[in-house]
């Protein structure tokens, strides 16, 4: 979707130590009784993907991208859906010269506590699913930005669970689904420049 709107778009499959993608079998819907089985599966890589694995490949992301002329020059933007939000975090951090967007989705962004935002400099987007994420939450997590100096907005989509974006899954909320691309498309356009 964000190539159609004309943007050069690395999706790498974060999972490359465990083999090539599919890493593990899915099946075509994710519902309520497949989906123990599937967070079975996933956990183990999603515990063995370090703070410094994803330091690591994040310079090779964003070496690679700085290499393709099709790219633009420039700062870019990083989003991530679950734990692919965290990771754009960490990255979005460690290279505030190379990141200037930030986006995540029913994503454990504070996971690394409340001063790992220090240094985070790129406008943000934080969309969380009401079933993730208190009222109380969200005010902590505004308060840790707030103090960080980031430029954010940081929302509960209302009666959303974990992986609203996600269309092959139960939890899939398409009024949810247009809101987080009404957030996410007008915060690439104001901060990404055109080349």
Known sequence: MLARHGYYVLVPNIFYRHGPAPVIDLPAHIGAAARPAVLAQLMPLIEAHTAARTLRDAEAYLGFLAARPEAGAGPGAVTGYCIGGLLAVRTATAHSDRVAALAAFHAPVDADGPDSFTGLTARSHFGHAAGD?????????????????????SEIYPGTTHGFTMADTDAHDPAALRHHWDRLLPLLRQTLTAD
């Open 133 to 153: 994420m208190t009222p109380d939450a969200l005010d902590r997590l505004i308060r840790s930005l707030d103090a960080a100096g980031v430029d954010h907005t």
